[in-house]
């Protein structure tokens, strides 16, 4: 896992954090979850379970690029009390891409390993952003 860390401020020696971001690319996903809006929406409230993440509303899953094979493939957007997950999932390259943004700390390594056993991806790359 690559972490980065932003300029964060200091105040009296300790740096503040504001967030995590958790970037999510996933590769060789099975086509059948990805291209399935109702299983993108299971993902959707099984993550935000998982991460102890309060959910702000109902999630927005909407599918977009028709005609172009490049961009073809659903959208999703499930704001959080503490920020929002989104998706976006190409059906021509059969790829997820997942950003997970919250105040509220959560586990990173567990929101890596549940979404590439839920996408049943064969190869993930995944970037944590501190904020």
Not at 76 to 98: D, K, T
Not at 117 to 128: P, T, Y
Request: overall charge positive; glycine content about 6%; proline content about 2%.
């Amino acid at each position: 896992m690559i972490v980065i860390h932003e300029t964060n401020q200091i105040s009296n020696g300790v740096k503040k954090i504001y967030g995590k971001e958790l970037i999510l690319d996933l590769f060789e996903c099975d086509p059948k979850i990805i291209r399935s809006k109702k299983k993108i929406l299971e993902y959707s409230n099984k993550i935000c379970n998982l991460i102890k993440m309060k959910k702000y509303g109902k999630p927005i899953c909407e599918r977009f690029g028709f005609g172009k094979d490049l961009t073809a493939g659903f959208s999703l957007v499930q704001l959080i009390e503490s920020s929002l997950v989104s998706g976006h999932f190409s059906e021509l390259w059969n790829q997820a891409f997942i950003d997970i943004f919250s105040c509220k700390l959560f586990d990173e390594k567990m929101a890596t390993n549940f979404t590439k056993k839920f996408f049943k991806a064969k190869k993930i790359k995944n970037r944590v952003l501190i904020r």
